[in-house]
Every structure is written in C-alpha cells, then in structure tokens.
C-alpha cells in the first residue's frame, strides 16, 4: 500500500493521460464515424466510394503502423505534431473506421417503412437520415458501438510505444523496481484500465435498456 | 445497388449537381495530394536515387526488410496456431459439466479479454525477468497474441459449439455416444464450419497485433525500419527515413488486404455451401473491430 501512496502522482498523471486520451479519441471517432455512415449511405456516388475507401484502409492498417505514420511520417511533410495530439489523431481516425461499421449496420437495421414514409412526407435525404433514421439507428447500435469504443479505451495503450505516458508505459519506466513493487505496478495498471471499461460498459448497459425500441 | 431506400434516385437536376459538386470534390482530393506531393518534393523525398535504396541490395535494405517480414509472419504463425488450439481448448472448457473445469476456464478468458494485449506483452516481458524467468521478445509477444487471442477465439467457438441445433447434441447422445465423442465428432465440426469466417478474421487482427512488437524491441518490420533509419541517420542524415518507412507500412497493409480479401472470400464459399448453410444469426457474434462475440459487454478486442 506504501508504495501506492508513494507514486500516488505516477498513476493519478497515467490514469489521467489515458481517460483524456479516450475520451478524446472517442469523440473525433464517433463524430468522424457518424460522417463516414452518412457517406457510406448517400446518394452520392463518390462520397460512397470515399468512405468505403476510408474505412477498407483503416481496418487493414494496424494501428502501431498509424501511430507510425502519424508520428514520424507527418513530419516528412513539414507537419509536426505533438505526441498526444498525435496519439488522440491516431485512435481517432482508426476508430472512426470501425464506429462507420456500426453505426452502418444500426442505419440498415432500421426498418425501410420509416426511411419510405420519410421520403414520402417529402424529406430530402439529410432530413431524413437526421430526423428519422439516424435517431432509430444510434439506438439499436448501442451494444456494438459500446464494444468498439470499450476496445478502443484498450488500444489507447498503443501509445505508450509514442512516448505518451500514459497507464502501460508505467511497466517499462518502472522496471528498475523491485519485483514485489512490479507486480503492484501491474495490478494497478490493471485497474486502471478497469475503472475506466467496467463503469463504461455498465452505463452502456443502462443506456441500452433505455433507449431500447420495442419491435 | 438496387432500388435504395434511403433516397430517390436523382433526377437530372440533382444529377447535374453531383456532378458539379463531383468536379469540385475531386480537385479538392487532387489539390491536397498535389501539395503532400509537392512538399514531398521540396524535401527532395521523390528523388527516384532515394527510393532506389529500396530496390538496391547492396544497401542491405531490401534483405533486412525481408527478415523481418519473415519474423513477422514467423510471430502471426506460432501466435496462430497456439492461439487456436488453446482456444479451442478454452471453449471446450468454459462448457464443460463440471464447475472445477468451467470456473478457471471463465475466469481466464474473461480476465484475459478485459485488459490490454499490450499490458499482457509488458507483464511477460518486463515482469516475468524479475522471478528469474528470463524471456526473449519473441517469446513475449507470441505469449502475449497466444494468451489474449486464445481467449478471444474461445468465445468464438463457444458461440457456434452453442449455434448447433440442440437435436444434433441429444441424437448422438441417444446413439449412446460419449460426452468426449459429441463434442469432437458432432459438435465441433459443425461449429468451426460455422464460424470459419470469424475465426480468419479474428486471425487477420492477430497478425495486424504483431505490430505490437515494435514497442517491445522485437525486429518485426516495423522495428527493423526504426532501426534501419537508426543506422543511416548518422550517415545520410535523414536521406532515406521517409522512404523506408512508408516501405515498412505499406508492406503490412498489403498483407493484411491479401488476408482479410481471403477471409471473405472464405465467408462467401461458406455462405454458398449447403452444409453451413443452416447457420441462423449467431447469438453475439458479430464481426466487429475486432470480430468478437461479447456477452458481458466488457470485452473484445484490439488492434
């Protein structure tokens, strides 16, 4: 317990770094996702094209290699970007991939009379998807999408490779202790991620329950 | 597409205006790749002599990328296989009859779904060494893939050992079978059919993870580019970073296009096949970021 009181600071900084990273990352994901679907459904032919092309690149590039990317190749094209902003960009722009696939699936989930009697009432396209259809479908994708985002707060991890101090990075900037002190250094690593999923994927549940539609 | 539902099809005006806003759009795209390629030129990054290094062997780029690639593919091999065998056991554990088999194997998928492949890497490789158990990088990053994906994969077996209709369990029971020859005669046959398409993507995010061994020094292609940069900077100065790296990158993009084109196509052969053809909707499974059935909501995966 000593030493958790001693490095009070150490964790309190990591575990911060990590939920802004999340959070952050988060939101420029589902914002960004939530374009990507629009796209992904419209009737504009190459804004299809885009985003399909987006989300195939994303999801077949793993993210160390974004990260990489991101961090040393920028640069290259006289772009500097901090570590954590970087970072945030990275797990945003790599999530956003994987939140256009849910959120997509929620938009075909919801059934064709709604988006027809839509049409028929005279809504243009962006009426309809912002009145009627992309309500409906962020309620129905709430179990996928909490599982991308609860990944996604796993993934931040990532960026301790970046040299963001975040909760992982922990291990390897404390590994001259000792190997009691290493495993407590474990364990709280450990929990930190956990105080972040368990009460996210909790709310999620709630959430779930509530927006829930009755078919 | 077919008659979509979302939209009218557009008439002639609103087709003009696609056009128009077409037009734009793809000189805005051509714009912004004019100006990273003009950038790129600035810094002299388009200099055919600099990406020649790439090509040349007497620079010894071209072999060391090649090695790590194989280290690369070597890690996903051993991770692929261990992982599917211990998952496969996992799954088989986790429905067992008997609490004392079904107890640890939960506790050890759920534990392992619920934290960061990245900090089970870092326990194998920084922590282990303090018991004594001096490990290599290799070995920590395959242990790392093995013990996160194994748990993954097994609730993926889970879920299709339980998508098998229940009559196919109780007639082979009823034909005086034992538990052990159900499982592996009956069950698991159909189920791995079933879940084949899951199964290779969850695969694919097992080799795109192996990037993972950048960040613990193990010369997959990322690291060897770091290091082949690390070598010419004192050199060269920063003559070829760009061009090796963008090398690296590409190199795992394509694998990883080349296997998730095979996972589909492996989903269509399946879906066309008569003898999965029975497959109802999963329960849970679904092919996420991750390709990864969740019951508790505190779960999946990764990278």
Known sequence: MQFYVDNFGLFRDAFLTTLSLSLLGGLLALVLGTLLAAFRVSPITPLR?????????????????VFFFIIFGLPQIDFVIGFFPGAVLAI???????????????????????????????LTFGQSLREVVLPQAFRTVVPPLGNVLLAMVKNTSIAAGFAVSELSSLLPRLVNANAGELVLVLIGVVVGYMLITVPSAFALHRVERRVAILR | MSTPV???????KARARIRIGTIVGALLIAGIVAFVLIRLNGNGQLDPQRWAILTDPRSGVPQALGEALLRTLQVAAVGMVLATALGL????????????????????????????????????????????LEISAFA???????????AVLAEIFRAGILSVDRGQREAALGLGMRKS???????????VRRMLPVLVAQLVVLL?????????????????????VEFFVPRFGNEYTFQIYVAAGLIYIMINVLLSQLAKYIERRTRRNKKAAAVHELPGVEDGPTGTPSRTGLSTTTT
């Open chain 1, 92 to 122: 945003g722009l790599y999530t956003a991939a994987f939140v256009c696939e849910a959120v997509r699936s929620g938009i075909n989930a919801v059934a064709s009379g709604q988006a027809e009697a839509a049409r028929a009432l005279g």
């Open chain 2, 181 to 191: 020859q159900v499982m592996t005669l009956v069950l698991l046959p159909q189920a």
């Open chain 2, 140 to 150: 920590a990053l395959t242990g790392g893939l093995v013990l996160y994906n194994s």
């Open chain 2, 89 to 132: 056991l996992l799954a088989v554990g986790r429905l067992s009859d008997h609490a004392w088999v079904r107890a640890p194997a939960s506790t050890f998928i759920e534990f392992f779904r619920a934290i960061p492949l990245l900090v089970v890497i870092f326990a194998l490789y920084f922590v282990l060494p303090k018991f004594g």
């Open chain 2, 6 to 12: 979302l939209f009218d099809l557009p008439g002639p």
């Open chain 1, 49 to 65: 094209g885009l985003a399909t092309f987006y989300v195939e690149t994303f999801r077949n590039t793993p993210l160390t290699v």
């Open chain 2, 208 to 228: 795109k993870d192996s990037s993972l061994g950048f960040i613990i020094s193990y010369f997959e292609l990322l690291r060897q580019a770091r290091s082949l």
